[in-house]
Nanobody
Framework: QVQLVESGGGSVQSGGSLRLSCAASEDTYANYDMAWFRQRPGKDREGVAGIYAGAGGTNYADSVKGRATISHDSVKNTLDLQMNSLKPEDAAMYYC????????????????????WGQGTQVTVSS
């Protein structure tokens, strides 16, 4: 059972930056796909960015492409999300998720395919 703990959320002004981090309770680098999701008030959960196991490729939602970078640190065993040029519409609860890799692999943005979730970290963006 992988446990995930997010950190790094907070309040930032529009145009600012935040770095979210997700600490995993075990080594996830080689065998787990991981992703960041977010849920805005009144909206469905949506995928923000995903990374396949073993640095097998990164993917981003169109809404954050060019402003976000996802990375999986194999030494620290953390999943990070650097977000720049934040907009008010980026305000949400952000969740880290993980799943065992499979072949053929699932699409990164399908939240139902992830087995492990963190408790979330809140991001607030003021205009």
């Amino acid at each position: 059972q992988v446990q995930l703990v997010e950190s790094g959320g907070g309040s930032v002004q529009s145009g600012g930056s935040l770095r979210l981090s997700c600490a995993a309770s075990e080594d996830t680098y080689a065998n787990y796909d991981m992703a960041w999701f977010r849920q805005r008030p009144g909206k469905d959960r949506e995928g923000v960015a995903g990374i396949y196991a073993g640095a097998g490729g990164t993917n981003y939602a169109d809404s954050v492409k060019g402003r976000a970078t996802i990375s999986h640190d194999s030494v620290k065993n953390t999943l990070d999300l650097q977000m720049n040029s934040l907009k008010p519409e980026d305000a949400a609860m952000y969740y880290c998720a993980a799943r065992k890799k499979v072949s053929p692999r699932f699409v990164w943005w399908a939240g139902s395919t992830y087995d492990y979730w963190g408790q979330g970290t809140q991001v607030t963006v003021s205009s």
